[in-house]
């Protein structure tokens, strides 16, 4: 359940190695994230690995057995699942549609919610009509490259890096925009897209990549989330052969498609056992 979007989609810690005066459209991001909470060590909750080539993302958690890859060419996504040999292909149109649906669906239980008259529901409604449409009290330090994001609900503290390529930081942001979306559509009780996407739309504005990023939320469930993402411009053998392997892959005859309906079938059956 703790797929990158908790870091590409929603926060990142990056520690910027070696950026190079050329364009700096292959690069790789290995990331950490830790849960804080009050009186323990923080905990490791996902590792993951995301590699940019060729205009696409390779993006693969650890223990997952799954890489998604982003392929913006082709407007989609590919869950493929190397253990189960399926893969799951989903179009961005698709997701718009899927995130289109849901966002109705959740109107109209805050409608309900609300109709109701009770405090606690109002409470509820009132969390999930800004997670829908986030409203951020937005302040930047130049001194110290840090953005800040306030709200009751939802807060973001984020140390950034102005790399020498800006075109970086679009490759970086419009993977970071699809990932929050399609993580939604996978878990719907997640956070929706929206604060992530603001965060993501504050750091255009000023071409910036993120490098140390706290969310906390104040939500029903509060959570404390952090993530280290170490930035490494130049990709390796390793990286060359991971894409060949998870390519390969995709093309095999012998890998299953299915729709993006079915793969969230299997998923709750697989959470049911």
């Known amino acids: 359940m703790w797929r990158s979007f908790l870091v590409i989609g929603m926060f990142a810690v990056a520690h910027v190695v070696g950026i190079p005066t050329c364009m700096a459209q292959e690069f790789r991001i290995r990331t950490t994230v830790y849960h804080h909470q009050t009186d323990v060590d923080p905990t490791i909750v996902s ?6 080539h060729a205009e696409k993302v390779y993006d693969h958690v650890d223990g997952l057995g799954e890489v998604t890859i982003f392929d913006p060419v082709q407007k989609r996504l590919i869950i493929l699942n190397e253990s189960r040999m399926i893969k799951a ?89 699809w990932m929050a979306r399609l993580n939604y559509v996978l878990h719907p009780y997640t956070l929706p897209p929206g604060s992530r996407i603001s965060l993501n739309q504050e750091l255009r504005s000023r071409d910036l990549i993120p490098i140390e990023v706290e969310l906390q939320t104040r939500l029903e469930e509060k959570l404390h989330l952090r993530a280290e993402h170490k930035i490494h411009w130049k990709l390796d053998s390793k990286d060359r052969g991971l894409i060949h392997h998870w390519e390969t892959l995709r093309k095999n005859k012998d890998v299953n498609t299915i729709t993006v309906q079915e793969y969230l079938r299997n998923q709750f059956a697989n959470l049911r056992k």
Request: with cysteine; net charge negative.
């Open 89 to 177: 292909v989903i179009n961005f149109d698709e997701i718009k549609n899927l995130l289109n649906v849901a966002r109705h669906q959740t109107q109209e239980y805050i409608h309900d919610r609300i109709k109701k008259q009770k405090s606690s529901g109002k409470e509820i409604a009132e969390q999930l009509k800004f997670q829908l449409d986030p409203v951020f009290d937005v302040e930047f330090d130049d001194s110290r490259n840090q953005l800040t994001l306030d709200s009751k609900l939802i807060n973001y503290r984020v140390q950034c890096v102005a790399p020498d390529q800006k075109a970086s930081v679009e490759t970086y942001l419009r993977f970071a925009d």
């Open 47 to 52: 590792r993951s690995v995301s590699i940019f």
